[in-house]
């Protein structure tokens, strides 16, 4: 059964090439040749020690976060076997053997391998240890990454763990925009490592309590002649290497639930259904105003949804303290709502995706001005539930920070990016809708479709169409009249929100049976709906249809 899973792995391997695959293998490649570095360079065996283990902690946290930031969902899930007459648990088990066998593993086994090399180095007999060690710490590894990733989808079906889940991606987007600050420091020293080591500090001690760190200390208790400790070192990573595969087996075990209907406290009928419904009094009772209470329950109450809002928020109150304390980039901690503008962009670019097969209503019900209504008031909804927070973060970090100086300018950037952001995210979510598991079949954290052709065009439109505000900002803040910027801002985006919705709507209106018809079934029909030699919509369609992963599998 497992010689035919992993066959069948490389059979949809074969057929499923990714961009976000090739860059993993190439980051898997650099760190493979860094870790032998550091194993080759050192300057004696104590500082070999203290770089394996160091090495082996960057490993482990690679493969935790990698597969959330790439999408790796993993090329066998197991809602695919979902029907099967098979023991789940038995075969949670084997799916999880499948993992192993792919080209990131195996280049993290030859990484892993380095510590043969120090055991030869420090005594040839430790090999003993050192090779069930690198092998132990091997089948941890990629568990920990399965376990990590499956436990933040099954995270998704609460609250609570879906806030926690909104703060690990908010660390993770943090890092990916300023996480450079403390990678150009590592790069610099790295050459002083090789031959200094870690040194006497605290670092060295939080490294050596993980359990990353516990070959590398069974190595060396052996190498000291103490067989003993260094079987207690080897056994300890044995118990919780097979406590972990235990546990990520249960969570890879397809699950068929019955999913039950709650019934209401009180009848359909007696609830009012017009403007913004019960709770939204102050909505208007047009089409407008039931569309923006709807995205306002929705954006609340969906789990995945609402990581991706909360996500924004997080990553730019990460990015204000961690620019805070720092004397070279302390400029950027007034503009984390700027910041948060500005990620809300990549966040919510694929709204119609998060509805999954739920646009057939929009379509059934197609009338004059409702898709107009569906857009703008998704425009809306996205703004009354950003902006009081974006707003909220900058108020305390120029309060906080003294930085009175940056009001002009982070109202200017706010307005702008908000603005542009509202018409942009719903064009890109119309043109470049990338369809994911429906909504009540989803399992996993990206669940939502693969939108990273949205996030590479958001990344380069997003300042060009601002350009005029920031430029504003920029020279009339050179001139000493900050303020004047302000209504050039709330100008750009006023306009950029009214004429990017407006392109978003009459594309809608023109093809919503084929936007719905990209949700429903696969790249291939799809794209027949679609023409090759036609606007640059039609185009950005196409590279979006193409460019995207399709995760559309059936849900358990």
Known sequence: MAGLLIRLKFTLLGHSATGMRLLGIALAVLGLGLTWFFALTAGSDDVRADLLTLVFAVWAAAWMLGPTVANGTGVLRSQYFALLPLDRRRLGALLLVTMFFDIGPALTLVALAALAWHALSVDPAALLVAVPGFLLLWVLVISLSRLVFRALGAAMHSRLGMEIASVQWGLILAGIFFGWMAVQPAFSATLSLSENGLGEGAVGTVLAVLPTSWPVLAVQAAAAGSWGAAAAWLGALALLTGALVAVTSVLLAPRVEARGVRRRSRPLGARPLTGGGPGFSLLPDTPLGAVVGKELRQWWRDPWRGLELRASLWAALFIGLLTWPSDQFSFFTPFAGVIAAFIMVLATANMYGHDGTAVWLSVVGQDRGSVRADVRGRQVAILLLIVPGATLMSTAFILATGSHWAWPLVITGMAVFFGVGSGLSLLLSVVALSPGVDPQLRVDAND?????????????????????????????????????????????????????????????????????????????????????????????????????????????
């Open 448 to 556: 939502t479709g693969d939108n990273q052709v949205q996030v590479w065009i958001a990344l380069v439109a997003l300042p060009v169409l601002s350009a005029p505000a920031v430029l504003a900002a920029v020279f009339l803040g050179l001139s000493g009249l900050p303020w004047l910027a302000v209504p050039v801002g709330l100008l750009n985006g006023a306009l950029a929100a009214w004429w990017l919705g407006r392109i978003a709507y009459r594309r809608l209106e023109a093809r919503l049976p084929e936007t719905f018809t990209r949700i429903r079934y696969s790249k291939a029909i799809a794209l027949r709906t679609v023409p090759e030699d036609g606007s640059w919509l039609d185009r950005l369609e196409r590279t979006a249809i193409a460019g995207n992963a399709e995760t559309r599998p059936t849900g358990s």
